[in-house]
Nanobody, 122 residues
Framework: QVRLLESGGGSVQAGGSLRLSCAAN??????MAWFRQAPGKERGGVAA???????YYADSVKGRFTISQDNVKNTVYLQMYSLKPEDTAMYYC??????????????????WGQGTQVTVSS
């Protein structure tokens, strides 16, 4: 399994921006995604990028979040704009070698990072 290390979380006011990073310890063509989990809620998909570069977003973040990857640095990013209090959660990076029809489904992923906290205050 690949090891994933997230960074970039923090506390911001509503309307602010953050960029999360997820560094993999090895390079391999794989699909990556960001998930988030708020207290008392299930972990849900936020954004995904396939090995071919296709991107997918949850409806709640479309137009505000952008996922991208740097294959030279083995890093995936999640740029978040116009943050809302409801975006507050632990954000997790995930990776998979599988092909799927739904890259926002957590069951697709077999490697996970430890998470980074994002807190948005009103």
């Amino acid at each position: 399994q690949v090891r994933l290390l997230e960074s970039g979380g923090g506390s911001v006011q509503a309307g602010g921006s953050l960029r999360l990073s997820c560094a993999a310890n090895t390079y391999r063509r794989r699909s990556m995604a960001w998930f988030r989990q708020a207290p008392g809620k299930e972990r849900g998909g936020v954004a995904a990028i396939t090995s071919g570069g296709s991107t997918y977003y949850a409806d709640s973040v479309k137009g505000r979040f952008t996922i991208s990857q740097d294959n030279v640095k083995n890093t995936v990013y999640l740029q978040m704009y116009s943050l809302k209090p409801e975006d507050t959660a632990m954000y997790y990076c995930a990776a998979t070698d599988l092909v799927s029809s739904d890259y926002l489904d957590r069951s697709v992923y077999n490697s996970w990072g430890q998470g980074t906290q994002v807190t948005v205050s009103s």
